[in-house]
């Protein structure tokens, strides 16, 4: 009573890919590149996630048919080969700048985005070079051997969710595909509504009415599974979680109303934008547009920084946005320690360890420690452990600023987002208005 595989996925992702790489590298393929490439094709050939890896590669296609803009949310955008089968901007090559006319390809050694990077001439034909790469680990989302546990969720817009379930009908034909409903509390309402939150694909012979212990209503009165990832685990099912986004939602209106396609927008584009514009999407929270008004970004490394640190969960819950109190956390940006070691995300700990001299799997062992918050804990065995790493103390205390840390991956796609948004604003600031600020 398990699902059944995707037939032929793995090479229909291999081709995909294949396909791109020789789009994006015409003349040959950069070794750094093939390296990364053929490390995550490794992986993947012996990973469980295959069949996430196909319904993301045909979401993104459906997706791009039908001019929907699909987010990925949490870890995943650090995958290389989600780079290539999707429409993100967010490549998580190490920044770099490449040659399209004799394809020289070159790796920065900075902490900067390829889309902080300045104009430059490739120095084998003087031709203009393009900028690229978020400096995304291969670890942060396959882990060191290629088996951590991996979640693909999704961003959408509420109208691309029936063009979502014909490609799982396609993909499935003998399961059937239900919708998922999420319990959402409106604002000052006390009823709970199941939110339309995307789908679940039965075991081969099984109907939504098998699981009335799981079955809800959606809010407008369709049949729907809830239930957590457990229980659905449990029960053979297999969840394709589509959360509806509002910042999405308004870059699709955009796009009707200046007829520029969002999947089309460059980094090109993007880069000519500074923190003021982005701000200005209206779409980042109290808590991060309070950070950008106070520390003015320069540069988008920057602003993700402040994305990650206006989401972080903290010791000290001054800092902390969820309590309202994120007006003190740039006091901890002007601590000495944390000027020394300036970690707002886990991959910023991950790589300062590498910079240290600790090996890649000690420097990935003690940054995954750090980002569970493991350092703050009262049990013994994870105060011996942390005290076995023997740290500099001033990165010790920055350390214990931490009881989680967010993905760089997952706020610059965030930030990303945000610009695009704010590239149509400047673009059509009438129409700009009428959408975002509409009664």
């Known amino acids: 009573m398990h699902i059944q595989h995707i037939e032929q996925a793995y090479e229909n992702i291999k081709n995909a890919c294949d396909n791109k790489l020789k789009h994006i590298y015409p003349i040959e393929i950069p070794e750094p590149v093939n390296v990364r490439y053929q490390k995550e094709l490794e992986f993947l050939r012996t990973s469980n996630y295959i069949d996430d890896f196909e319904i993301f590669r045909c979401l993104n296609t459906e997706a791009t048919k039908c001019s929907q803009a699909l987010s990925m949310r949490g870890t995943i955008t650090s995958s290389y080969i989600i780079y290539l089968l999707g429409n993100s901007l967010l490549n998580p090559l190490p920044s770099h700048y490449y040659c399209p006319k004799c394809g020289h390809y070159e790796t920065i050694d900075t902490k900067l985005f390829g889309i902080d990077l300045p104009d430059a001439k490739c120095p084998i034909c003087q031709s203009n070079l393009t900028a690229d790469g978020f400096n995304l680990p291969l670890e942060t989302f396959w882990g060191m051997n290629g088996e951590k546990p991996l ?5 959408i817009s509420e109208e691309f ?3 979502a379930k014909r490609v799982l009908e396609l993909l499935y034909p003998k399961h059937v595909i239900a919708p998922l409903g999420l319990c959402n509390r409106p604002g000052e309402s006390n009823t709970i509504e199941m939110k339309h939150s995307g789908f679940v694909i039965l075991p081969e012979g099984r109907n939504i009415e098998d699981y009335p212990e799981m079955t809800g209503f959606l ?3 369709e049949l729907c599974l809830s239930g957590n990832i457990m229980d659905i685990e449990n029960n053979y099912m297999h969840r394709i979680l589509l959360l509806q986004n509002k910042c999405l939602e308004q870059i699709i209106a955009m796009q009707r109303k200046t007829g520029i396609y969002a999947n089309e927008i460059t980094l090109q584009e993007l880069r000519t934008l500074n923190w003021n514009d982005v701000n200005n999407s209206s779409a980042l929270s109290d808590a991060e547009s309070h950070l950008f008004h106070t520390v003015k970004p320069k540069t988008f490394y920057d602003m993700v920084c402040l994305n990650a640190a206006s989401h972080n969960t903290y010791s000290n819950k001054e800092y902390s946005s969820y309590d309202g109190n994120y007006y003190f956390l740039p006091a ?8 020394r070691y300036p970690c707002y ?5 991950f790589e300062t360890l590498l910079k240290m001299g600790f090996d890649l799997e000690k420097a990935f062992e003690i940054a995954e420690f750090i980002r569970k918050g493991k350092q703050n804990s009262s049990n013994q065995t994870f105060i011996d452990q942390f005290a076995s790493f023997e740290l500099p103390n001033e990165f010790e205390s920055v350390a214990k600023e931490y009881l989680y840390l967010f993905p760089r991956c997952h706020c610059a796609e965030y930030v990303l987002m945000y ?3 704010g590239f149509y604003a400047k673009k059509n ?3 700009f208005s009428k959408i975002v600020f509409k009664p």
């Not at 979640?151 to 961003?155: E, Q």
């Not at 901890?332 to 000027?339: A, G, H, I």
């Not at 995300?345 to 700990?349: A, G, I, K, L, S």
Request: hydrophobic share 35%; aromatic share 20%.
């Open 429 to 431: 600031s009438r129409a």
């Open 345 to 349: 995300t886990r991959e910023d700990f």
């Open 332 to 339: 901890l940006f002007e601590k000495p320690e944390f000027k």
């Open 219 to 221: 809010d407008d009165g």
């Open 151 to 155: 979640s693909f969720d999704y961003n």
């Open 419 to 421: 610009a695009k948004l």
């Open 161 to 163: 969710l029936p063009f």
